[in-house]
């Protein structure tokens, strides 16, 4: 019983300590790193049919949110209230979309988290999207419809759950529709009124929705399988066929109005994005040889 105990502590020693050293990417957006992101939205998206004469929207490094009475993101150490704001559609009317990717490419196994406040207040019934994804080229922004827009895989997600399509994940230029066995609720549902969004939001403002509060996304992609995850609860799970093709890239914070509708009053609807980490998955060969070595270490130490 004791070997057995002293393997698990050795184990875990490992998988900590290799987690730990093959972090990627971690911003707390505490400083403003958009020298680290490339913009992409409605001016430069490589489409042209998409392109607009402007953007209608904000990109605002280093926020504080604390302005808006919002407290400091689940996974904030140190209490502070820093992060990336954005919004879309701030007077124009009409469609718009903002997409950042980080400068670093990220391929093979890894996990992708990230926390996320859609403030959700005034009127105006617009509904306007977060996105979040991976293995993007980086050249066109991410938006599941209205236009549809992107490539590697996204989720897209509303505050409110005004729309039929709540959450919904993209594939390499399609949406995946709803009724689809990837959506793991009782309905295969996008809409919010599924058991499983109900679940992870029973008490929100809009109870099955995050909006006006935090909640924090995980994206795993671990071999042919890639799981998106909210507040610890799966929520997508859906088979790659390559990596190379749809996940292997660059990693996208995006948002977007796909409505003409306004907020009212002016920005009253956006997304905060903050604590941003990758981290790479350590390969099983490579995490029993920790493990192994931690092992002989606690005997040498007998």
């Known amino acids: 019983m004791k070997t057995r105990q002293l393997l698990a502590a050795a184990l875990a020693a490992g998988f900590v300590a290799t987690s730990a050293s093959a972090a990627i990417i971690d911003d707390n957006f505490d400083v403003d790193s958009s020298a680290n992101y490339t913009q992409v939205d409605d001016t430069n998206t490589a489409t042209v049919a998409n392109q607009l004469?402007?953007?209608?929207?904000?990109?605002?490094?280093?926020?504080?949110?604390?302005?808006?009475?919002?407290?400091?993101?689940?996974?904030?150490?140190?209490?502070?209230?820093?992060?990336?704001?954005?919004?879309?559609?701030?007077?124009?009317?009409?469609?718009?979309?903002?997409?950042?990717?980080?400068?670093?490419?990220?391929?093979?196994?890894?996990?992708?988290?990230?926390?996320?406040?859609?403030?959700?207040?005034?009127?105006?019934?617009?509904?306007?999207?977060?996105?979040?994804?991976?293995?993007?080229?980086?050249?066109?922004?991410?938006?599941?419809?209205?236009?549809?827009?992107?490539?590697?895989?996204?989720?897209?997600?509303?505050?409110?759950?005004?729309?039929?399509?709540?959450?919904?994940?993209?594939?390499?230029?399609?949406?995946?529709?709803?009724?689809?066995?990837?959506?793991?609720?009782?309905?295969?549902?996008?809409?919010?009124?599924?058991?499983?969004?109900?679940?992870?939001?029973?008490?929100?403002?809009?109870?099955?929705?995050p909006g006006n509060s935090w909640t924090t996304l995980l994206i795993t992609v671990n071999g042919s399988t890639i799981t998106y995850s909210l507040d610890g609860t799966a929520i997508i799970q859906d088979t790659i066929a390559s990596q190379a093709g749809e996940t292997d890239g660059f990693v996208g914070l995006s948002y977007g109005d796909v409505f003409t509708s306004i907020a009212t009053p002016f920005q009253s609807q956006f997304v905060i994005y903050d604590n941003l980490v990758v981290t790479q998955i350590p390969e099983p060969g490579s995490l029993a040889l920790l493990g192994l070595g931690g092992l002989a270490m606690l005997r040498r130490r007998r």
């Open 53 to 209: 004469g402007s953007f209608d929207g904000t990109v605002t490094h280093a926020y504080d949110y604390s302005a808006d009475g919002i407290a400091a993101a689940p996974n904030t150490v140190g209490g502070t209230t820093i992060g990336l704001r954005m919004t879309a559609n701030d007077t124009g009317g009409a469609a718009s979309h903002v997409s950042l990717f980080h400068n670093t490419a990220v391929s093979g196994d890894y996990t992708v988290q990230v926390d996320i406040y859609m403030g959700v207040t005034g009127s105006g019934g617009t509904t306007e999207f977060a996105n979040v994804g991976v293995g993007s080229s980086g050249t066109d922004y991410n938006s599941i419809f209205t236009p549809i827009s992107g490539d590697g895989r996204f989720l897209s997600m509303t505050g409110e759950g005004g729309s039929s399509s709540d959450y919904r994940h993209f594939v390499n230029g399609t949406p995946v529709n709803s009724g689809d066995a990837t959506y793991l609720n009782d309905l295969n549902t996008t809409n919010a009124t599924g058991d499983t969004y109900q679940n992870i939001y029973p008490n929100t403002d809009f109870p099955g929705s």
